[in-house]
C-alpha cells in the first residue's frame, strides 16, 4: 500500500469486503488486518479487498493528562499521581491502559467534594508499579514532605501492585509528619463503569482531612461500594490479585473507615505534628529471600553476595534449612545482618521453640517477629540506612511505625 | 386496527445458549445464595471520548445495586476478575448458526464493551462481539436481510426494584447469548413472527438453546414515519401483533396530538412556580403527605395542551409521566385529569387562575422536593420538544399487558468500547470446520432426517427437538434403540421429575442408559434402573446386573410358582408382587402371556 493512500486513526473510509461493501472509522492497522469502528459501534478486524478515505477525520487523541490542575474551594489537599490502574484509561488504538487522571471528574462527581476541598494535583510520573524502585520512593518522599507543608494531607494514587512497600518505605521515612499521607489505589481501571478508584478517591481524601499523622492505604473493606478501610501502611498487604478488597490489615483492625461520605478512625494511631522530620537514607544492597525446599546453598550464597542485609521469609515459626546456617553465619560475622520473618504472612516468628530455631538464632539470625515480611525488608533498608550497626537489632525489635503487633488479638484473622 | 403501510418491523432475536457460561467457567444454571453485594456504576467516556446519551441519563438517576450471588457464579461475574478466554463452544455455535443463514464470517472476532449502567451488568458493561455480517431468513415466502449476529453475554435478572435501590441475581448474567439483528424488512407481525419462528427453530435444531421461559428473547424494531422505536424484551411471539398495534396506534394519537398543538400556536418554555400556599387546606392525602414530608408543590402553565392530555386515545400526559417516571419523580399531575387524588375542581380551578390558563392551555403540577425541580423541569422539556419535533425514536419496554412503556433515549454507538482484558480471536480453521458440520438445517428437513436415522415417529422427533433434547437423544441412540431411548427421555425422565419432584443431571442418567445400552437391558430395565436411582439409590447399587437382568418366561414362570403367586388375579397385582422379589427385571408383556395360556387352561 503507498504510504500517501494509507488511512490514518479518525479517517472515515469506504471498503469492500467478501463483496459487501461498508463504512467506518478507521482506528489501526494490524499484520494487514484493517481494524475499523463500523457506524453501530462494533470493531471489526479484516482484510478489505479494497478501501477509499472519503472523509479525513479528526483523530481519536486521547486526552492525557488532561484537565485542571487545581480544582475546589475548601480545605486544600495534594493529590500525588503516581500512574497504576486508579488513574488509567483506554488507549483504542493499541487497547492499552495508560494512566490519565482529570480530577475536575473526580470533584464535579460529588457536589460535597468541591465545597468541602480544594485538590490540586502534582504529577509525579505515569509509572506502574511493579516497575518503581526504592529510589523512586525517596522522590515520592521529598515530593510529599513538600506538598504536606502547604496542604491539610496528601493523597499518592499508586499501582496496587508494589503500593503496600512504597507505603511502608514512607513511613519508615517519616519520623513525624504535619498530615496524613494517603496512598490509594484501584483494582478496576477508571475506565469501567465499575471502577472502585472513584470512592477509594473520595475515602482518600477524607482521610488526608484528618488527624491521622501516619502513612496508609484507602481501600474497599470488602466488594461492595459501601466502605472503604484505612489500612496502616506498615501492616497493609494486597492478598489477592484481584479483588476490590485485595489490601488487608493484617492482624490488626484497619485505623479507620469511611462510609455515606464520612470518614472516622478508631484505632491506635500517631497524631500529626507541627513538622516533617524526614529521613531519606535508604540501604539499598539488602536482599528478600523466599526460603522453599529445594533452595539450593549455592543459591541463598548468590542472594547475599555484596549484601549488607537480608530477609529471609522462613516457614512457620521462621525456620529454614539448618544447612544454610553455616554460610549465614559466616556472612553476619562479617557484617551482614540476616532477619527472618514468616510466610505465613500471619502470626509471628518465634526462633526459641524449636532446636532449629535455636540454631538460627546462634548463627546470628534475628527474629523480627509479626513484622511483615515485605515491611521488614524496607525497615531493614531504612535502618541500615540511617542507623550504626549497634543499634541494629535493638531498632528492628522496637516498634517504629506500627508496623510491630503488641498483641495480636483472636478475633483479627482473615 | 391494522398496521399503517409504510410500516417497518426489523427483529433482534436474542438466544441463550446451554454451554456454560461466555467468559467463565462457571454452569449454566445455579440455585441463588444467601449472600448478596452492593454497588454503584458511573459513565465513562467511550471510545471516541463522548459519553453516550443513554448512559448519561441512567448516571442521573443515582441509583445503588445490590446483586444476589448464585451457585453459578464466580469472582468474574461479581467483576472482581478480569474474563477468562471465551467459551469455544458458544463461538461454534455463533458459528454454525452464521453459517445456517449464509451470513459472512468475520476471520478475527473483536470483544466490545457495551456501556449499559442501568446495573444489568456488574461491571457497567455488557461484553459483545460482532461474529457475522450479511445473510438472510427465508421463510414462507418472507425474506429478511440479515445485519449482524453476534455473540454477547446475557444480563442480570432483575428480582426488585425500589426508588434508590435495584436488585439484580447473578444467575444468568454471562450465559451466552446470540443475538440474530434483521433489516427492517418486514411489514406486518405476521411477518415478522414468520421470521423470528425460523430463526428460533434453527437454534432448536442446533440442539444448544437452553431450556426455560426466557431463552428466546425478542426486540422488535418499529417505524411507521416517526422514528425508530425499539421495543425491548417481548418474550412471546403471539404478543408482537398486539404490541405493534398499540404501539401504532399510541403513535398514531401522539401525531394527532402535535398536529393540535402547533395548530393552536406550538408551546413555550415552562416556567414552573410554587403554588404550595393554595394548598393550605387541601384533603388530599397526597398534599399532605408531600407536604408533611418537606416537599413543596410547583405549577407550570403548559399552552395550548388543553384535551390531548388524558382524552379519547390522547395521553401526552403520561408520556411526561413515564419521562419522570425515569428520574424518580412520580406524581406529576395535569388539568385534565382532576378532580382526582383527593385533589378538587375547586383547587383545580385556583391554579388555573393563578397561572392565568387560557381556554386552551392546560398546566402541570408537581408535588417534589425544590432540589429536583430543575431536572424536572428540564425533562419534561426535553420531552414535549421531541414529541412536537415528530421525532417519536426511543427505547420502549414491552409489558405484560402487551402495551409499551418509555425506558430511555435510543442508545448510540459512542457507549461502544474495545474489551481491553480480551485479546482479539482469530476464528481457526478446526473450529470453522466443525461449525460447519453442525451447521443446523431446517426443522422440518432436519426431523424427517431424525426420524429415519433413528427409526422413530415424526412427532417424537419433533418433541425431542423442541423440548430441546435432541443433543442428549443423539448422544446415546443409534438405529436399534432409538425408539426406547426416545421414550425414555419423552415419557419416562418427565414422569420421574413428576413423580420424584426433582430431577437428575443428565450426565447421571446418561450413565445409566449407557450401562443398560452396553449390557443388552432393554426399556423394562433402563425405567427400573432410572426409578431406584430417582428413589435414591446410589449409582454403584442401581446398576447392578442381578437387578437388572430381564427374566426369561421361565423364570418368571418358576417365580410364581415358588412364590405361589395367583395367577388368577389381575396383572397389575401380579407385576407387584414379582418386582417386589428383586430378582430381576419383569417384562410385562410376558407376564401378560402367561395369563393368558393359564387363562385359556382355565377354559380348557
Known amino acids: 500500500m503507498p504510504e500517501s493512500n494509507k488511512p490514518e486513526n479518525g479517517d472515515i473510509i469506504k471498503f469492500t469486503w467478501k463483496g459487501k461493501e461498508m463504512e467506518g472509522t478507521f482506528i489501526s492497522i494490524d499484520s494487514d488486518f484493517f481494524n475499523v469502528k463500523l457506524e453501530n459501534g462494533y470493531n471489526i478486524s479484516i482484510k478489505p479487498q479494497s478501501f477509499e478515505i472519503i472523509k479525513k477525520g479528526v483523530s481519536f487523541a486521547v486526552n492525557e493528562g488532561k484537565g485542571a490542575k487545581v480544582s475546589g474551594k475548601g480545605k486544600p489537599i495534594s493529590l500525588i499521581t503516581t500512574g497504576g490502574t486508579i488513574v488509567s484509561k483506554v488507549d483504542y488504538r493499541t487497547g492499552a491502559v495508560f494512566p490519565s487522571l482529570d480530577i475536575e471528574e473526580l470533584t464535579s462527581r460529588f457536589r460535597y467534594m468541591e465545597q468541602n476541598y480544594r485538590l490540586k494535583r502534582v504529577d ?12 523512586q520512593w525517596v522522590e515520592i518522599a521529598k515530593k510529599t514532605e513538600h506538598e504536606l507543608r502547604n496542604s491539610e494531607g496528601v493523597v499518592i494514587s499508586h499501582g496496587t501492585d508494589t503500593m503496600s512497600y512504597t507505603a511502608s518505605a514512607l513511613a519508615f521515612m517519616f519520623e513525624k509528619q504535619m498530615g496524613p499521607v494517603i496512598l490509594v489505589g484501584s483494582q478496576r481501571s477508571s475506565d469501567r463503569p465499575s471502577s472502585d478508584s472513584y470512592l477509594n478517591l473520595e475515602a482518600a481524601v477524607g482521610f488526608a482531612t484528618s488527624e491521622f499523622g501516619e502513612v496508609g492505604i484507602s481501600m474497599h473493606h470488602n466488594s461492595s461500594d459501601e466502605r472503604i478501610d484505612l489500612i496502616r501502611g506498615t501492616r497493609s498487604r494486597k492478598m489477592h490479585s484481584t479483588r476490590r478488597d485485595a489490601f488487608k490489615s493484617i ?16 484505632g491506635k494511631y500517631r497524631r500529626k505534628c507541627r513538622e516533617n522530620v524526614l529521613k531519606t537514607k535508604l540501604e539499598k544492597e539488602v536482599s528478600l529471600v523466599y526460603f522453599h525446599p529445594g533452595l539450593e546453598v549455592e543459591d541463598l550464597e548468590k542472594s547475599m553476595d555484596g549484601k549488607k542485609g537480608m530477609v529471609i521469609m522462613g516457614t512457620g515459626l521462621g525456620h529454614i534449612n539448618t544447612k544454610y546456617l553455616q554460610s549465614i553465619s559466616e556472612r553476619v560475622k562479617g557484617g551482614m545482618k540476616a532477619v527472618a520473618t514468616t510466610q505465613c504472612i500471619y502470626g509471628s516468628t518465634n526462633l526459641d521453640i524449636y532446636s532449629t530455631g535455636r540454631e538460627m538464632e546462634k548463627a546470628g539470625i534475628i527474629s523480627a517477629g509479626n513484622i511483615l515480611p515485605e515491611t521488614a525488608y524496607v525497615k531493614m533498608m531504612h535502618l541500615l540506612g540511617n542507623y550504626s550497626e549497634e543499634e541494629f537489632e535493638v531498632l528492628m525489635k522496637t516498634n517504629m511505625r506500627g508496623e510491630i503487633l503488641e498483641r495480636e488479638e483472636l478475633g483479627v484473622y482473615l | 386496527m391494522p398496521l399503517p403501510g409504510n410500516t417497518m418491523i426489523g427483529l433482534e432475536v436474542h438466544m441463550q445458549i446451554d454451554v456454560g457460561k461466555l467468559f467463565c467457567n462457571c454452569k449454566s444454571e445455579g440455585e441463588l445464595l444467601d449472600a448478596s453485594f452492593t454497588r454503584r456504576l458511573h459513565s465513562t467516556s467511550g471510545e471516541i471520548g463522548s ?49 445456517a443463514f449464509g451470513s459472512s464470517i468475520l476471520e478475527r472476532v473483536s470483544v466490545m464493551r457495551k456501556v449499559v449502567i442501568d446495573g444489568s451488568n456488574t461491571g457497567g458493561f455488557q461484553r459483545t462481539s460482532l461474529v457475522a455480517i450479511g445473510g438472510e431468513i427465508n421463510s414462507g415466502g418472507v425474506t429478511a436481510g440479515i445485519t449482524s449476529i453476534c455473540l454477547e453475554e446475557d444480563s442480570c435478572k432483575k428480582v426488585d426494584e425500589r426508588e434508590n435501590l435495584v436488585t439484580y441475581s447473578l444467575d444468568r448474567l454471562g450465559l451466552p447469548l446470540i443475538e440474530i439483528s434483521t433489516a427492517p424488512d418486514m411489514k406486518s407481525a405476521d411477518e415478522a413472527i414468520a421470521i423470528a419462528k425460523e ?42 401483533k398486539e404490541i405493534l398495534e398499540a404501539e401504532a396506534k399510541r403513535q398514531e394519537w401522539l401525531a394527532k396530538a402535535v398536529k393540535i398543538v402547533k395548530e393552536r400556536g406550538g408551546y413555550e418554555e415552562l416556567k414552573f412556580t410554587e403554588v404550595s400556599s393554595l394548598f393550605r387546606d387541601s384533603n388530599s392525602k397526597m398534599v399532605i403527605k408531600g407536604i408533611e414530608e418537606g416537599r ?58 393563578q397561572l392565568e390558563l387560557k381556554e386552551n392551555d392546560s398546566f402541570l403540577m408537581l408535588i417534589i422536593n425544590s432540589d429536583s425541580a430543575n431536572m424536572a423541569k428540564s425533562t419534561i422539556e426535553g420531552r414535549i420538544e421531541k414529541i412536537l419535533s415528530l421525532d417519536f425514536s426511543e427505547t420502549r419496554a414491552a409489558l405484560v399487558d402487551n402495551s409499551t412503556r418509555y425506558m430511555r433515549p435510543l442508545s448510540g454507538s459512542s457507549r461502544m468500547y474495545p474489551e481491553t482484558d480480551i485479546p482479539v480471536i482469530t476464528i481457526s480453521s478446526p473450529l470453522l470446520e466443525s461449525a460447519t458440520e453442525e451447521t443446523p438445517q431446517p426443522l422440518s428437513e432436519f426431523t424427517a432426517d431424525i426420524s429415519k436415522k433413528y427409526g422413530i415417529s415424526g412427532q417424537d422427533a419433533e418433541t425431542l427437538i423442541s423440548e430441546r433434547n435432541i443433543k442428549k437423544f443423539t448422544g446415546i441412540a443409534n438405529d436399534k434403540n432409538g425408539k426406547i431411548i426416545s421414550r425414555i427421555i419423552n415419557q419416562t425422565i418427565p414422569e420421574l421429575n413428576k413423580k420424584y419432584q426433582r430431577e437428575i443431571e443428565w450426565e447421571n442418567i446418561k450413565e445409566v442408559l449407557e450401562f443398560c445400552n452396553e449390557n443388552s437391558l432393554g426399556r423394562y430395565s433402563m425405567e427400573k434402573a432410572l426409578g431406584l436411582i430417582y428413589s435414591g439409590s446410589r449409582k454403584e447399587d442401581a446398576l447392578n446386573l442381578k437387578l437388572l437382568r430381564p427374566l426369561t418366561e421361565g423364570q418368571i414362570k418358576i417365580l410364581i410358582e415358588r412364590h405361589e403367586i395367583n395367577l388368577h388375579s389381575n396383572i397389575a397385582d401380579i407385576m407387584k408382587k414379582l418386582n417386589a422379589l428383586d430378582e430381576g427385571v419383569v417384562d410385562p408383556l410376558l407376564v401378560a402371556g402367561l395369563l393368558n395360556t393359564e387363562k385359556n387352561k382355565g377354559s380348557n
Not at chain 1, 509525579?124 to 529510589?135: H, R, T, V, Y
Not at chain 2, 478466554?85 to 453459517?99: E, H, Y
Not at chain 2, 432448536?204 to 418499529?222: C, T
Open chain 1, 251 to 266: 492482624g490488626e483492625h484497619p485505623v479507620g473507615a469511611f462510609q455515606d461520605g464520612l470518614f472516622s478512625l478508631s
Open chain 2, 199 to 240: 430463526i428460533g427453530n434453527r437454534m432448536m435444531v442446533l440442539g444448544l438453546l437452553r431450556k426455560g421461559a426466557d431463552s428466546i428473547r425478542q426486540d422488535v424494531n418499529f417505524s411507521m414515519g416517526y422514528g425508530r422505536v425499539e421495543i425491548k424484551g417481548v418474550s412471546k411471539l403471539s404478543s408482537i
Open chain 2, 296 to 353: 413543596r408543590i410547583f405549577a407550570s402553565k403548559l399552552p395550548n395542551f388543553r384535551g390531548v392530555m388524558k382524552t379519547e386515545g390522547f395521553r401526552v400526559g403520561r408520556e411526561i409521566a413515564d419521562a419522570l417516571k425515569q428520574i424518580n419523580i412520580k406524581g406529576v399531575i395535569h388539568y385534565e385529569e382532576l378532580p382526582a387524588y383527593g385533589l378538587t375542581l375547586a383547587e383545580r380551578d385556583m391554579v388555573a387562575a
Open chain 1, 124 to 135: 509525579f510520573s505515569n509509572i506502574l508499579s511493579e516497575n518503581i524502585e526504592p529510589g
Open chain 2, 51 to 99: 459519553k453516550d446519551i443513554s448512559t448519561n441519563y441512567e448516571e442521573s438517576r443515582d441509583r445503588l445495586f445490590k446483586y444476589i450471588i448464585s451457585g453459578n457464579s464466580c469472582l468474574i461475574e461479581a467483576d472482581e476478575e478480569p474474563p477468562k478466554r471465551i467459551n469455544p463452544g458458544a463461538l461454534k455455535a455463533a458459528l454454525s448458526m452464521s453459517l
